[in-house]
């Protein structure tokens, strides 16, 4: 019943995240396993899907944490919109190239820009799910925003 319910809010945060369909089902395989269990730490104290998005963002930005130390910089991910056909749509055609600009961007750029920009979350908040200084948070969206505008460029 949780599964159907958020699956389609949490595998959409997980493809933006991880910029790979493949991983990202493999992240919200792992996200919904965390929280059966886990469960029981869930006060009420939010909404249960406030509870399962945090849950979900430190699923995955340990999961890329662990990623980068195993392998010091992997090759690009694998386009996130490469089924996608776009048949001449215009702000079809921008969505996707946004997508994949979004998709080339380092991962901890890339995490900064979604979790801010698309997610509306706080510097300090961003900075207590990374590990981070408020400060480093805002410089990483900087960095993001300047090579998403570079992508776009191409």
């Given at each position: ?5 958020y ?10 995240m991880?910029?790979?369909?493949v991983r990202a089902e ?22 249960f899907?406030?509870w ?8 995955i ?16 991910c694998?386009?996130?919109?490469e089924?996608?056909?776009a048949?001449g749509d215009?702000?079809?055609?921008a969505?996707?190239d ?6 080339r ?14 997610e509306?979350?706080t ?7 990374t590990?981070?200084?408020v ?7 900087h960095?993001?925003r ?9």
């Amino acid at each position: 019943m949780i599964y159907k319910q958020y699956v389609n809010r949490i595998y959409p945060l997980a493809l933006r995240m991880s910029g790979d369909r493949v991983r990202a089902e493999e992240l919200t395989q792992d996200i919904f396993v965390r929280a059966w269990e886990k469960i029981g730490l869930f006060r009420g104290e939010s909404s249960f899907y406030t509870w399962l998005y945090r849950l979900a963002v430190n699923v995955i930005l340990q999961s890329e944490r662990s990623r980068k130390r195993r392998s010091r910089r992997e090759p690009a991910c694998s386009d996130p919109v490469e089924n996608f056909a776009a048949a001449g749509d215009d702000s079809l055609d921008a969505r996707i190239d946004l997508e994949r600009a979004i998709s080339r961007l380092p991962a901890g750029a890339r995490s900064v820009l979604l979790l801010h920009d698309l997610e509306g979350l706080t510097h300090r908040e961003i900075a207590r799910l990374t590990g981070t200084t408020v400060g480093a948070c805002k410089a990483q969206l900087h960095r993001a925003r300047r090579l998403l505008r570079g992508e776009l460029e191409r």
